[in-house]
């Protein structure tokens, strides 16, 4: 079936006011760089619905299969299109039906007729064209409410548009409409996640990364850097930040008690994370915490890694149940990236018996005694910065929801 253009639905951003068009126009910006590797692509936008258009075959099939992927959309639609004349509608209602599996389903005829001179009324047209698909595709069944097949037409006095299936999209808001967040990024299954929700949100993410060679290798690097690459392509660059943690993490083994070290390395990474956000005017910082889920996460712990920071710390998964972590990170196509087994910073340095319930005011008092400020300049200093994707968006965006 030959696709002319296809039709999106906003959803959530139909509900905004006097700003609406602000929030239209971040997503058109973010089509437009989901497929900045197509040559073809063209987007015009109206008040509640927008068109992309290719004249490619191959490349209207590759926005099919990655729309699903950029939020802000509630559901999108194939076009086709034909003269507005009863035997080119004729014709392509069939097409289009004959195209899908309908044998045995249910179905109707919804015409919109735009251009009122045409020479059939509404509820003609609707009897017209659903009498020939029905004469020359049997084994359809009839129903006005609700069918399983619903084609729908457009008549207007230029050209008229058919299409048949309404496909979910991402929903949420377009990344980018909503300010700048950093995220810690860990490597492991749950900040790639947090990001999705928070991108979901129409926030754009930077994120943040803690590298202690040689502990931690090349791969674990290799594979955040994969992580980058897959949430950009919901519509969104994301630029990484790598810190070199090393003399950090090792002058924490030494300068505090061995149970609240993973409580000291989180609050050092708090503080790296608070600098780096104002550089970079993020509004807030995110993780992947989940409450209880380790000994770092509890609230007496997570209470400890506040202190450090009057920046809001958000924590879109703090209440989710692992396994529900897990069927989302599977879904977006993060999960099999995330448990490759290259450990990360905290992972390599894990206490034995790490304390659940470290008191603020003995952490102030066990860090005081270092010159942690200089290090912490020193590896803001020093870090690298990539952006992704660091090559144009691939195919693989198919399937994302």
């Known amino acids: 079936m030959k696709w002319h253009e296809i039709l999106i639905r906003y959803g959530e951003i ?59 959309i509630q559901s999108f639609s194939p076009v086709a299109e034909c003269e507005t004349t009863i035997d080119d509608m004729k014709r392509l209602a069939v097409e289009i039906v004959k195209g899908i599996d309908y044998e ?49 037409i457009e008549v207007r006095e230029d050209k008229t548009n058919m299409m048949v299936e309404v496909i979910p999209g991402a929903a949420g808001l377009p990344v980018g409409s909503n300010g700048k967040a950093l995220l810690l990024l860990s490597g492991g299954i749950d900040s790639p996640v947090a990001a999705y929700y928070m991108m979901k949100r129409g926030v754009r993410i930077e994120a943040i990364h803690f590298f202690s060679p040689p502990f931690t290798s090349d791969q674990s690097l290799g594979k955040v850097k994969e992580l980058c690459e897959i949430i950009s392509r919901f519509g969104g660059n994301v630029r990484l930040h790598i810190i070199p943690f090393t ?69 879109p998964l703090i209440t989710f149940d692992k396994l529900d972590i897990i069927e989302v990170a599977q879904r977006i196509g993060t999960f099999e990236t995330s448990i490759r087994p290259f450990e990360d910073c905290c992972t390599v340095f894990t206490p034995a018996n790490p304390k659940t319930k470290p008191n603020v005011e003995k952490m102030n008092y066990y860090e005081a005694f270092t010159d942690f400020d200089e290090m912490i300049e020193r ?21 994302l929801l």
């Open 104 to 152: 045995g389903k249910t179905f109707k005829v919804n015409v919109k007729r735009s251009y009122k001179q045409f020479e059939m009324e509404t509820y003609e047209l609707n009897r017209e064209i659903a009498t020939h698909v029905l004469s020359t595709l049997p084994g359809m069944v009839v129903q006005m409410k609700d069918p399983e097949i619903e084609l729908r």
């Open 247 to 315: 003399e950090i993490q090792q002058t924490i083994q030494q300068a505090v008690p061995q149970n609240v070290t993973m409580t000291s390395t989180r609050r050092m990474m708090m503080k790296i994370s608070d600098i780096v956000r104002e550089e970079i005017e993020a509004k807030v910082l995110v993780t992947g915490e989940n409450l209880g889920q380790v000994a770092s996460q509890t609230l007496e712990s997570l209470a400890a890694i506040n202190d450090v920071t009057t920046t809001p710390i958000l924590r």
């Open 14 to 72: 139909s509900t905004k006011g006097k700003n609406r068009n602000q929030f239209i126009n971040r997503l058109r910006q973010n089509i437009r760089y989901t497929f900045q590797d197509l040559e073809h692509v063209s987007v015009r936008s109206e008040r509640d619905r927008m068109y992309v258009r290719s004249n490619s075959d191959s490349e209207m099939e590759t926005l099919i299969e990655r729309l699903p992927g950029v939020f802000g």
């Open 379 to 399: 590896a803001v200093k020093n870090r690298e910065i990539h952006d992704f994707p660091k090559k144009k968006v691939v195919d693989e965006f198919a399937g």
